[in-house]
């Protein structure tokens, strides 16, 4: 039963990996349905940072919850949370609307990650959790690789809102598998209960009224008698101030009391909210301010002109200011969102610089991989650029599983970092490649060894931290490593961005004569180098400092002690 409880999360992680990914194709056509042109690309930011606000401000939270109240249950409601997200996003009428909807189900998906590598934390020993890492891991980037195709698939269908729909559709079914598969494990298990058909009811009548309130039918628009609902009761007022929209604010209303007052609710909400205040809520909130500001400040910006948005200095002075709040939180709270002592070992706080390193390098991969080839090879065609990073994306998820097969036999730092240098070769030969290489079967190589590189260090990095942090801080733990990884991400991206412009800029200057084209090449170049000098330092450190993880058959406190 756990191993098919494992299965549905794995899936589950994979699902919303997808969705991650998805949104790049339908994202011209969302801009349409919110009134946004294509030249307005920079208005749609939030659509895209929103979703990542949602999934790294919240995941220490959520970890930290999870090692208080249970895996199982964490898993469900971010699994609602994400399909609770899908649908305000499905039926969005307004880019606010669309971007609360995309918080939503970054917060949902995010918390997946850390709240499944906690459960196979729970499940297996330190030496044996090898495979079970990879696995999760390797679905993970699986759905990256079947984002873009799932996407395609469907717009080639249907709509955009198509895919939220279906998000909403698979969402819901994994909340019920989840519950019935995961009844009675984790260390509150759920009693008997009878349905709560209040809440049901509440739910039921927000969901259609609040569906029908934001799409407004044209055939019951114009219906004489159906029309009627969507008429405001005052002068230009919002569709929230009609029938219709007011049935769904009461409906509402009295959901979230039952849910807060009822007995035994269908989502015990006041349970929600003591488990995130016991989990130390304020602390939380000062390092998700601080999380949000580096989000903010480089996720906004164009990489093309700067490296920070106009207001990028602003949100980094915040993202300081928070941290160091919540720096002296952590010396005055009782029991703080990181618990004292829980990053002690070398190997635990080690994982986090090397998670760092390792999405610093990732990004470049999979973003100039594709503008490489738009550059030179396939200059009109946007999908055959594609297909040339699902070379890379496929061979991800199948070093992903060999990482965690090899972590039965060798130690985490060792694996890691053999993956890491084999990335940094992968990146030193995309650094000579020319306007004709992708043309070439040998481009292949570089592609292919990167992504095994690349999935060779994900269980490593993940099995590190697990095994050097006590059992009550792994849902955490393991929040906290994919945070550093997505803070790499979007620091990783900027810097080496702009390290491919001043390398064109002073091309230019020394060759005045030079094509757009080979200015390209040169910047690509320029950043596959900086690439490959982080996967490097990731490898490099990767072997010192995890080198004392106890992913083998090695007690835990004894790897404490020797990493403190």
Sequence with gaps: MNRLLLGFCAFAVAFAAVDTYVVVLA????????????????????????????????????????????????LRMSLVLFSLGSALT?????????????????????????????????????????????????????????????????LAFGSWRAIFALNLAVGALLVVAVRVVGRGTGPRPERRRVPDLVGLA?????????????????????????????????DDGSRWVTPVGLVTIVAAAVLLTWCWW?????????????????????GALLLGAALAGVVLAFATADPEVAVFSPQGPWFLLASVAAAAAFVVHLRRAERPVVPRGALRATPAWG???????????LIAALVDIPLFARTTVYPDSQLSAALVLLRFLVALPFGALLGGWLLHRLPAGAVACGGMLAAAAAFAWMARWDMTSLESLTANVPLVLGGLGFGLALAPVNAAMLASTTDDSHGLASALVVVARMVGMLVGISALTT?????????????????LSELGVLQEQAVFAGAALAATAAGLLAVVLLRSAPTRDVPVAEALRAGG
Excluded: C, N
């Design 351 to 361: 994982s986090l610089i090397v998670s760092f390193l390792v999405g610093w390098a």
């Design 27 to 74: 994202l011209p056509d969302m801009m349409a349905a919110v009134g946004i042109s294509i030249e307005e690309l920079q208005r749609a930011a939030p659509i895209v940072s929103g979703f990542l606000l949602g999934y790294v401000a919240t995941l220490p939270l959520i970890g930290r919850v999870a090692d208080l109240r249970g895996q199982v249950p964490v």
């Design 202 to 234: 509440a739910l039921l009548v927000t969901l259609v009224a609040g569906t029908v309130t934001f799409v407004q039918p044209p055939s019951l628009k114009r219906d004489l008698t159906w029309g009627q609902l969507f008429i405001p009761y005052v």
């Design 499 to 515: 390290i491919g412009l001043r390398r064109l800029y002073e091309a230019r200057a020394e060759q005045p004569d030079l094509g």
């Design 262 to 282: 009822g007995p035994d609710p269908l989502i015990d909400l006041r349970g929600w909210v003591r488990s995130a205040v016991e989990a130390d809520l304020v």
């Design 90 to 154: 499905a039926v969005a009428p307004d880019l606010v609307t669309m971007v609360a909807g995309r918080f939503l189900q970054g917060v949902g998906g995010g918390g997946l990650v850390p709240a499944t590598m906690s459960l196979v934390a729970a499940m297996y020993p330190a030496h044996r959790r090898g495979i079970p890492l990879g696995l999760v891991s390797a679905v993970q980037e699986f759905g990256s690789v079947l984002g873009p195709l799932y996407g395609a698939v469907i």
